[in-house]
């Protein structure tokens, strides 16, 4: 059974900083590129930051670079988002998502429940 579990939402102040943590199961983790998207009300969803199967490339979205940086670690089955200098627009519901395409052109796409960010005094 595919799980992706987001933890370490919650509420800080402006300025404030967060670790955000996905982890992955029953599937093979180090096959995929792994995503975190926001969604704040009202709004859509957006692409934060993403990062290859193997770590060696990131990329992110206007708004977070130079703040929001991600990682992931394939021992622990895990991705990571290390958000800095975290301002009210940030405040959004975070969700983590893991995506593989094959050789053949299969997409595989999956999506944890999320974990909602609050950045307000």
């Known amino acids: 059974q595919v799980q992706l579990v987001e933890s370490g939402g919650g509420l800080v102040q402006p300025g404030g900083s967060l670790r955000l943590s996905c982890v992955a199961s029953?599937?093979?983790?180090?096959?995929?590129?792994m995503s975190w998207y926001r969604q704040a009300p009202g709004k859509e969803r957006e692409l934060v930051a993403a990062i290859t199967s193997n770590g060696g490339s990131a990329n992110y979205a206007d708004s977070v670079k130079g703040r929001f940086t991600i990682s992931r670690d394939n021992a622990k089955n895990t991705v990571y988002l290390q958000m800095n200098s975290l301002k009210p627009e940030d405040t959004a519901m975070y969700y983590c998502?893991?995506?593989?395409?094959?050789?053949?052109?299969?997409?595989?796409?999956?999506w944890g429940q999320g974990t909602p960010v609050t950045v307000s005094s």
């Open positions: 029953g599937f093979t983790f180090s096959s995929y590129a």
């Open positions: 998502n893991g995506q593989r395409r094959t050789p053949w052109g299969m997409m595989y796409d999956y």
